[in-house]
């Protein structure tokens, strides 16, 4: 049967991930440095600091009450990752510039709740943890990435139970008391935020201080009534975390980069052992260098309705869009990128946006060649790609 099979990728053109091809559309905005991380997987990688954590996180929601899943697909439909939590349909999480589309109906999960729904009415247990890769257009800095970890936690509690224990908020709390939120440089200050989320009411986030910010940790609240429901236990109270597993990491090992959880170097794995908490050492501290571009946007970029002022189909552009292009030029080259000017010109109403980006190797000292290569390859594609008009 070997010869009907198709050596030609089918048409329409699509995309190939994970052995299947998927058809793109005018949704599809998933560069090759995103595709090419899905295989990496570093949760299941053994003595990886993020697989060392998501078995210390384990140990402490244990099986049988709880079940794990840690190798669920990244490929996502729409509807697993929004709508089944309940986002309405122009929340912003669901725009191209916050998430990788790999067409109209398929994502990149965002989170691991885009299994939530699926796993409440499959489970054999009350609870679960799913711990998976994520992906988000988002910020560039020392604590954020555009592939991370996430653990989503969930569990089912009768209403008895609940009462026993002093209500849903006492439950959440001693719960929430068993995630590691101790760094290596003790004592750490923790704090609790109140939060929303569509899926889940009443929502907190957990923060601890480090490095002098307030750092996120996770997520966490009662999930809407839906999800028993659907699950055919409507008398049940449902709750649910979702961490983020490289920012417990960093703080367990002190971790000072997110970018190191990605580094193949020796110097860095071999720094780790299964099972065993240590302190990272940093076997590196290259200098930092600074570089400021200004750029006007083209008129129709900055008006709210791109199509009336003309633009050929130019979308506003995004913050994430500086990120998607700095992160698609320099890689890891790029330890943060900051919005440091915005300015509208009060005549013409065209916009001016600064950005300093700090590049900065892991690996080695980078020269001033390859640095001032990078900068003119970011300008270059701001002015071919998004019509910009660099201010010198
Ligand atoms: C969520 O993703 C919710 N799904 C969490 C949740 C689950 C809420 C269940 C209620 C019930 P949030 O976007 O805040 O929430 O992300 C959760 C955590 O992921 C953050 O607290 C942070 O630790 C981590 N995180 C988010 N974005 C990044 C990023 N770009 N890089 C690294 N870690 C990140
Ligand atoms: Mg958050």
Redesign the pocket.
Same mark, same amino acid.
């Given at each position: 049967w070997r010869k009907y099979s198709t050596k030609e990728p089918p048409s329409p053109p699509t995309i190939r991930l994970e052995g299947r091809h998927y058809p793109i559309d005018e949704w599809t905005n998933l560069p090759s440095h995103i595709s090419s991380a899905l295989p990496r997987k570093l949760h299941l990688q053994p003595s990886h600091p993020l697989s060392i954590t998501r078995r210390l996180i384990e140990s402490r929601f244990p099986e049988p009450a709880y079940q794990y899943h840690n190798d669920l697909s990244p490929i996502v439909t729409v509807h697993q990752n929004f709508d089944s939590l309940g986002f309405p349909i122009d929340h912003p999480g669901r725009s191209r510039t916050d998430t990788y589309y790999i067409n109209k109906d398929t994502v990149l999960r965002t %989170?691991?709740?885009a299994h939530q729904a699926d796993t409440f009415r499959t489970g054999k247990s009350d609870g679960f943890l799913i711990s998976a890769d994520v992906y /988000?257009r988002?910020?560039i800095d020392r604590? %954020?990435?555009?592939v991370?970890h996430?653990m =989503?936690g969930a569990r089912m509690w009768s209403r008895g139970e609940c009462e026993a224990k002093g209500g849903v908020a006492a439950v959440i709390r001693e719960e929430m008391d068993r995630m590691p939120k101790h760094g290596i440089d003790e004592p750490l200050r923790v704090r609790w935020v109140e939060a929303y989320?569509p899926?889940?009411s009443p929502?907190w =986030?957990l923060e601890v201080y480090w490095q002098g910010n307030w750092l =996120? *940790? *996770? @997520?966490? @609240?009662v +999930?809407q009534q839906s999800l028993p429901k659907n699950a055919g236990v409507p008398d049940k109270i449902g709750w649910?975390?979702? +961490?983020?597993l =490289? /920012?417990v990491a960093m703080l367990l090992f002190g971790i000072p980069d997110?970018r190191l959880f990605w580094s193949l170097d020796k110097r860095f794995l071999q720094q780790f052992k299964e099972g065993r908490i240590s302190r990272f050492v940093p076997f590196s501290k290259y200098p930092p260098c600074y570089k400021d571009i200004a750029f006007w946007l083209p008129s129709s970029s900055n008006s709210t309705n791109a199509a009336a002022a003309g633009g050929a189909g130019r979308v506003p552009f995004h913050e994430n869009d500086m990120m998607e292009i700095v992160r698609n030029v320099a890689g890891d080259l790029a330890e943060d990128v900051k919005l440091i000017d915005e300015f509208t010109h009060p005549k013409t109403g065209r916009k001016s946006l600064c950005f300093r980006i700090n590049y900065r190797s892991l690996e080695r000292t980078l020269t001033n060649d390859e640095v001032n290569s990078l900068q003119q390859m970011v300008k270059n594609v701001l002015v071919e790609e998004f019509g910009a008009e660099v201010r010198e």
């Open positions: %989170h691991t709740s /988000r988002d910020a604590s %954020h990435y555009p991370f996430q =989503e989320f899926f889940t929502s =986030e =996120e *940790l *996770l @997520g966490c @609240g +999930v649910a975390f979702g +961490v983020g =490289e /920012r997110i």
